[in-house]
């Protein structure tokens, strides 16, 4: 009965050891694009001092404008928090253009459907966490 006991026990840690370990997917669903040219370039981040920082991400991903939403995969992603970062690269330049003001002129947005006030949010608003496969949805702002 003891020797049952330890063994179901020992098995429970096995396998949390697994699950630990293993990897996920995030699917990441863009909306409300307007404009039905260009492409939409994604950054995940994993780290509080690099959002939204260009370059900083820890995986990006480029989708090609062909509708009104977009979608993308991230393997590989650990179990954590992470933000996203999203802009409407309408002009295929690879920058999100600002005015002079530094106010984005194309559509951007930022996980949890943040809106920014003045500033780019801060991680902690927009973090969510990886545990297991997940999918999010994402509205562009203008």
């Known amino acids: 009965m003891l020797l049952g006991k330890l063994s179901l026990v020992f ?3 096995i396998l949390w050891g697994f699950r630990s370990n293993s990897t ?3 699917t990441v669903q863009i909306t409300r694009i307007r404009h039905q040219r260009g492409t939409v370039e994604i ?3 994993e780290k509080e001092n690099c959002f939204p ?3 900083k991400q820890c ?3 480029r989708v090609k404008v062909q509708g009104n939403t977009v979608t993308h995969r991230f393997t590989g992603l650990k179990n954590g928090s ?3 970062a999203v802009y409407h690269d309408e002009n295929n330049d690879k920058s999100c253009n600002k005015n002079i003001f530094g106010v984005p002129t194309e559509a951007y947005a930022f996980s949890n ?5 003045l500033s780019a949010p801060e991680f902690k608003s927009c973090r ?3 545990t297991d496969d997940k999918t999010i949805s994402i509205r562009m702002v203008y």
Do not use: E, Q, S
């Open 11 to 13: 098995a429970i840690f």
């Open 24 to 26: 996920h997917t995030l």
């Open 43 to 45: 950054g995940l981040y």
């Open 53 to 55: 920082k260009v370059g």
């Open 59 to 61: 995986k990006k991903g």
């Open 82 to 84: 992470y933000a996203i």
């Open 113 to 117: 459907n943040v809106r920014p006030f």
């Open 128 to 130: 969510f966490w990886i």
